[in-house]
């Protein structure tokens, strides 16, 4: 029988997964105290927050919400990084970080319900920011509708230019 303080572990991961769109294993070895601190304040503000629990209740969290496992991954000491809304910046913050730092390791994760490796997370953290997306996306609706609007007034103009050109023959002749 699991003990009491185990299994209020187990309810704050399995609340931890259910608050997050991604979460980010990394290998913590070999940081200190100031550095994990730093560490966890860059997460934060990219909207997010590392913790660290024990990979089997982490490994039964798993398996109660119907997510991959990640047997592979949950070896040795790790720390999670559930993400916020923008998981791209999250991932930035750890990525930024261990380029800072080896002694970080990125080990994988888990978005969308599916596991992902230390490279896709890599992937992910080259993605520009969800603002970042948001304004090339408006742009490029205000382009369109900006070339729409200069074909739509190039008709009016274009006739307006003919009207005027044979008016202009009809004085000369």
């Known amino acids: 029988m699991p003990n009491a303080q185990n299994q209020e572990?187990?309810?704050?991961?399995?609340?931890?997964?259910?608050?997050?769109?991604?979460?980010w294993i990394v290998d913590y070895r070999g940081l200190t105290v100031k550095e994990i601190q730093q560490l966890r304040r860059n997460i934060r503000e990219a909207d997010g927050c590392m913790k660290v629990y024990k990979n089997t209740i982490m490994h039964l969290a798993l398996t109660q919400e119907d997510l991959p496992t990640l047997d592979d991954i949950l070896a040795g000491p790790s720390a999670f990084v559930f993400a916020g809304k923008d998981v791209a910046a999250s991932a930035k913050a750890v990525k930024d970080f261990a380029k800072d730092n080896e002694n970080l390791v990125i080990k994988g994760g888990l978005m969308d319900g599916a596991a992902v490796s230390a490279a896709e997370v890599e992937a992910i953290a080259s993605l520009p920011s969800r603002e970042v997306l948001m304004a090339?996306?408006?742009?490029?609706?205000?382009?369109?509708?900006?070339?729409?609007?200069t074909s739509i007034n190039g008709v009016p103009r274009g006739v307006a230019q003919v009207v005027s050109a044979v008016a202009d023959q009809k004085e000369a002749a």
């Open 136 to 149: 090339q996306i408006a742009g490029a609706i205000s382009g369109v509708a900006r070339g729409l609007a």
């Open 9 to 23: 572990m187990l309810a704050n991961v399995k609340a931890d997964l259910e608050g997050s769109s991604a979460v």
